[in-house]
């Protein structure tokens, strides 16, 4: 059964700094990796999704990268912002099309 | 506006009284999912739809029941609720399962 694991838990970073997130799975047989925010009270947004074909992929400050062989996804966000402050979410589909997700990464952006 | 929709968004209830949380998505997509977000277990799937007429379990689907008799609609029925199942619950569609999903803003349940 796919384990998805986020480190650290909860992150809290002065304003402008660049920081990684980190997600790892226990199954490499995936086909994409998703990465999402949560704001509290609120559902969670797509980011970036990953095909398994992909090694990483862009979008404005963010930057998410693959590695399907060690079972690793980092999300890069550069020149973070108190706007950037919510729970950042890794997802992995199984082979029945299910989706499991990490715990999360709270992230908190100090102005 | 492409938006996912579930209703209620806010429900207290009793054990074994019967409840629907219905979703809505107006973007044609094909996939549809429910999910439970509780402390400490992260999100879990209930339950999925690959298209109409087409529902599968998830991780967690004991107690709940999906229909998807048309593509825009997927209700998720909680036929006796039991206070274990109070939690928040998500709803989310996608144009294919492997296709970035949407999600609702949650419907929080409490079941007493």
């Known amino acids: 059964k796919q384990e998805v694991t986020q480190i650290p838990a909860a992150l809290s970073v002065p304003e402008g700094e660049n920081l990684v997130l980190n997600c790892s799975f226990t199954d490499s047989a995936i086909y994409n990796l998703q990465w999402f925010r949560q704001d509290p009270g609120k559902g969670l947004t797509s980011l970036l999704l990953?095909?398994?074909?992909?090694r990483e992929q862009t979008s404005g400050r963010l930057n998410a990268s693959l590695d399907k062989s060690s079972g690793r996804s980092t999300l890069y966000i550069a020149a973070s912002q108190p706007g950037d402050s919510a729970t950042y979410l890794c997802a992995v589909p199984g082979s029945a099309r299910q989706l499991t997700f990490g715990s999360g990464t709270q992230l908190t952006v100090l102005p | 506006e492409a938006q996912v929709t579930q209703n209620p968004r806010y429900l207290i209830t009793v054990t074994g009284k019967k409840l629907t949380v219905t979703c809505s998505q107006n973007?044609?997509?094909?996939?549809m999912s429910w999910y439970r977000q509780d402390p400490g277990l992260g999100l879990r799937q209930i339950y999925y739809s690959m298209n109409v007429e087409v529902t599968d379990k998830g991780d967690v689907p004991e107690g709940y029941k999906v229909s998807r008799k048309e593509k825009r609609n997927f209700p998720l029925i909680l036929e006796s609720p039991s206070p274990n199942q109070t939690s928040l619950y998500f709803c989310?569609?996608?144009?294919?399962?492997?296709?970035?999903?949407?999600f609702g803003d949650g419907t929080r349940l409490s079941i007493l």
């Open positions: 973007m044609n997509h094909e996939y």
């Open positions: 990953i095909q398994s074909s992909q």
């Open positions: 989310a569609s996608s144009l294919a399962s492997n296709q970035p999903q949407h």
